[in-house]
Every structure is written in C-alpha cells, then in structure tokens.
C-alpha cells in the first residue's frame, strides 16, 4: 500500500464488496439488498461508493435528506432511492430527481400529493415509515385504517414500501422487544399487503437486525455500517472488513524537557525528558475534543503513540517517546488493523460517529 502524503481517508473498495458479498450471503436468494448511503456513505464519498455499489448489484439505496439524493443523480445513479426523512420543502425537488421519500406523517402524505397533483403525474412510489417501538420517526399503527382509506381514495400515489426500524437488533439482551417489534411490523404489513392489489416490498432489519434475527428479513433489508466494515455487534464472529482507513503523517519530532508543556492551554506536561510528534489532524478533520490528554492514540509502525494535550483544529500532537518514528512517516488513526470501535470506546462513542465524523477537508483515496 502507498504512503499517504497528507491526512487521507483511504477507501477499500475490495473490502466494501467483500462486505456486500458477505451480507448478501445471509439473506434468501430473493431477498432484495438496499444500500445506506447517508451522510457521505458513512463519512466515505456518497458518490464513488454509491456508483461502485450500484455497480455490484445493489437492488435500492437509501440517503437521509433529499439533497443526499440529488447528488447520487446528479453523479448518474439509475437504481431507486429512498429518502428517510425528508421534509415538505424538498418534496418537489425530490420528485424532480425522481427519489422516493418515506412518509411519516400525514402532513407529509397531503403535501406529497398536493406536489404530485400539481406535477401532473400519478402512481408516485412512496414508502410507509410505521413506528413499531423505536418512537423517532413513523406513522402510529393506529393509522393504519386511515393511511390506508385515504392511499385508496386516490392514484396519486403508489406505495412501493412499508417499512419500520428495529430499536436494538444490535443487543440480545433487547431480544423480547425487538421481536414483539418484528410481531408488530408483520401484522401492520400484512394490512397493507392485503388490502392494496399490487405488491408492496417490506422491510425491517438494519445491518445487526440482518445478522441476529434472519426470520426478520421480508422482502428487503436496509444495510449500512457492515458494508462499511463495522457493527455494534460482536465483529469477530462476521467476516466484515473496515472500508476506511484514517491516515496521516507526522510532520514534525520534537524534544521537550520535563516541565515543559505541550500545546493550547499548556494541557498537557511533561512529567519526563519527551520525545513528541505533531500530525496535521484536528478537530476539523474529524478527529473531537473528546481526544487528546491520554484519550486516544494512533499507531506509527503498529507502535501505539498517545495522543497528548488538547486537540487543536488543525494538529494533534503525540507522545512518541518511546515509539522509533520520523518526519513522514505515515500514521493510522483507524483502520483494518486498528478498528474504529477501539478509538471510539475509549471517547465513549460508537463506530457510526467516529467514521461518519471524518470532515469533507479530508482527502479521499480509493483502493481496490
Ligand atoms: C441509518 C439507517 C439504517 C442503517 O442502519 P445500520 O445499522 O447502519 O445498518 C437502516 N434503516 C434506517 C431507517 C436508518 O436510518
């Protein structure tokens, strides 16, 4: 692998594709795959992953916001998708790039169709976001009665999906729960199916709900953080590889003498004769205030190096007094080998938080 000459977020696509194969290896031959590729496709590059994906045979993709969407169209994606959480604002736009939003409420429903209407089109796709237990975002399954009545009523629009979100797929100790959630998720479903006369997808299971509760699975299951390689789960057991890697460089190795301080605030002292580093990664890049005065560390040659003093915008300085480095040599913050659920337990965070969080300052770089 090449040497990084600035902070890089490297992006594995072979691994992504390993992780696709792997994912798709638990479901049914039938089973439709959609690809999460909110928010950067997790902190990558929406748009280079969500070609790839697209590519390797990705059945839907689903972005948070409208805008999201645009892009992916904008770039040339042809493969449906669906917006989670869109608002009325962007409704026009979306059905201008011919994304598919959820409905949650019925505010949004009669502003769809309203747009719709004015659009002079009909049969409009739409997914129905039920709130089985997660309470964040759905229509109540007592609504179910009046959505349906009223999704009758008119050809304005065609719902393509309905669809709710575990609360904890990822904790077996929650195993009660979710399945009471998948209960709930059926018999709303099951409603819809029976009452409308064209076929509606359903889905249920994120990536941990893929692995733990196969009997969930529908018709279609929403992955995101195990095609990027992570989960909240037990990694060791699956066959997933981490996409990303964080890298960067050491621009500079300096002595202090004990007593001397390190950094904004003079956080950090020296108790001992130090040997520090400076790397060109800061809270800018990604890399939180949470960090810094003995939370977190990077790795030069696989020796681990803490990081020292308050975090600045642009530089995290290191203690790499005992670690044998130089100026330019390359340093791991995450990656295959230094997993991001390690750098991000000891923030208290999650692996979704610490990828998605790598600033768009950052340069990407695509391997194979
Ligand atoms: C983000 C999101 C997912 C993806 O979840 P992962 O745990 O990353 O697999 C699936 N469904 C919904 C509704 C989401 O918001």
């Known amino acids: 692998m090449s040497k990084v000459s600035e902070t890089t977020l490297e992006i594995n696509l072979g691994a992504l594709k390993g992780n696709f194969d792997f994912l798709k290896s638990k479901l049914q031959s039938d089973t439709l795959f959609l690809a999460v590729v909110k928010a950067f496709a997790y902190g990558s590059d929406s748009i280079v992953v969500g070609k790839y994906l697209e590519k390797i045979g990705v059945d839907y993709f689903a972005v948070a916001y409208v805008k999201e969407g645009v892009k992916l169209r904008q770039s040339g994606v042809k493969t449906p998708i669906l917006v989670l959480h869109p608002q009325s604002d962007n409704l026009k736009l979306a059905i201008q790039y ?36 997660l309470n964040r975002l759905g229509f109540k399954l007592s609504d179910v009665d009046l959505l349906l009545n009223t999704l009758a009523e008119s050809s304005l629009l065609k719902v393509r999906s309905v669809f709710s979100h575990l609360a904890a797929s990822e904790d077996i100790n929650e195993k009660k729960f979710t399945e009471n959630q998948i209960a709930l998720f059926r018999s709303v479903s099951e409603k819809f199916i029976n009452r409308l006369n064209y076929p ?24 995101g953080i195990g095609l990027y390689g992570y989960g909240n789960f037990n990694k060791k057991a699956y066959e997933l590889k981490p996409v990303a890697s964080l890298k960067s460089i050491v ?3 300096f002595n202090a003498a ?19 580093a400076t790397i060109p990664l800061g809270h800018a890049d990604g890399v939180g205030r949470q960090y810094g005065n003995g939370v977190g560390a990077v790795y030069i040659n696989h020796q681990r190096a803490n990081i020292i003093g308050n975090v600045c915008m642009d530089m995290i300085m290191i203690d790499v007094t005992e670690v044998e480095c130089k100026e330019g040599d390359e340093v791991v913050v995450f990656g295959p080998s230094h997993p991001a659920e ?12 610490l990828i998605t969080g790598v600033s768009q300052r950052v340069t990407r770089k695509f391997i194979k």
């Open 251 to 253: 621009s500079q190795v």
């Open 342 to 353: 390690e750098a991000a337990e000891v923030a208290n965070t999650i692996s979704y938080e």
């Open 200 to 223: 509606v997808i359903r889905h249920l299971c994120n990536t941990s709900g893929v692995l733990n509760y196969p009997e969930a699975h529908f018709d279609m299951v929403r992955c």
């Open 258 to 276: 004990a007593g001397e301080t390190v950094g904004y605030n003079r956080g950090h002292v020296c108790r001992l004769d130090s040997k520090i």
């Open 98 to 133: 011919s994304l598919e939003p959820s409905l949650y409420s019925l505010k949004l429903l009669k502003e769809l169709e309203k747009v719709v209407f004015d659009s002079g089109i009909a049969n409009y796709p739409v997914h129905m976001k039920f709130n089985t237990g």
